[in-house]
């Protein structure tokens, strides 16, 4: 079975201080992992992939296989970062795929 | 413009009642999902259907009927509805297995409140 573990449910930062959003995750197979974020009165969207390795609003993941770990982290946090993130977790089973959502954490920035 | 586009997007009703959400793409996507988040906006999968076929069904009651007409719509029935069935509905939609990012494209949400 698969699953995703965000420990913390409300994580505050002051603007400017590092931000780091913890996900770990339990898959025997090889997994594919999101970071989705939600702001204020939006619709999910996806932040980014760990297969595009890539910087998005200054946030980077980098999917750690001994640990099982999809941190997502920041250098410095900006009040516009304030939301609710979910780290995920994909997998291909049957043909066809199947997300699975962590619990979320919401960052608050605080100015 | 909207690529998922669900209604409505608030509804309030009673406990026993019978309601539908309905959830449109333009994306061309073969899939579409519905996921529940709940007061304490935990996400679940509720269901999954690829070109009008259901392939994942999570144990929900038998009270929840997803319907798709084409591969564009997905709609979802709730009969006799209780207190728990309160939350937000989210669909989603994402390309066909290896033609796609694995991203999912989500609607607005609609918030369920049963009185």
């Known amino acids: 079975a698969q699953r995703v573990t965000q420990p913390e449910k409300l994580l505050s930062v002051f603007k400017g201080a590092p931000v780091e959003l913890k996900c770990n995750y339990s898959?025997?197979?090889?997994?594919?992992l999101f970071w989705y974020v939600q702001y204020s009165r939006q619709r999910l969207q996806l932040l980014l992939r760990h297969i595009s390795r890539e910087s998005i609003k200054g946030f980077t993941a980098d999917l750690n296989k001994g640990e099982t770990s999809f941190h997502l982290k920041k250098p410095f946090a900006q009040e516009e970062d304030s939301a609710m993130y979910y780290c995920?977790?994909?997998?291909?089973?049957?043909?066809?795929?199947?997300?699975?959502f962590g619990t979320g954490t919401k960052l608050q920035v605080i100015p | 413009d909207t690529a998922v586009s669900q209604t409505p997007k608030y509804l309030v009703t009673q406990m026993g009642n019978d309601k539908s959400i309905k959830c449109e793409q333009n994306?061309?996507?073969?899939?579409m999902y519905w996921y529940k988040q709940d007061s304490k906006k935990f996400l679940k999968i509720m269901f999954s259907y690829n070109n009008k076929e259901l392939i994942i069904n999570e144990t929900v009651p038998n009270r929840f009927s997803p319907k798709s007409p084409d591969k564009a719509h997905l709609n979802l029935h709730i009969n006799s509805l209780e207190l728990g069935d309160s939350a937000v509905y989210f669909c989603a939609s994402s390309q066909a297995l290896g033609q796609g990012t694995g991203e999912l494209f989500f609607g607005e949400g609609s918030r369920l409140t049963v009185l």
């Open positions: 994306l061309g996507h073969d899939t």
């Open positions: 898959y025997s197979g090889s997994p594919e």
């Open positions: 995920a977790l994909g997998r291909y089973s049957g043909g066809y795929q199947k997300v699975t």
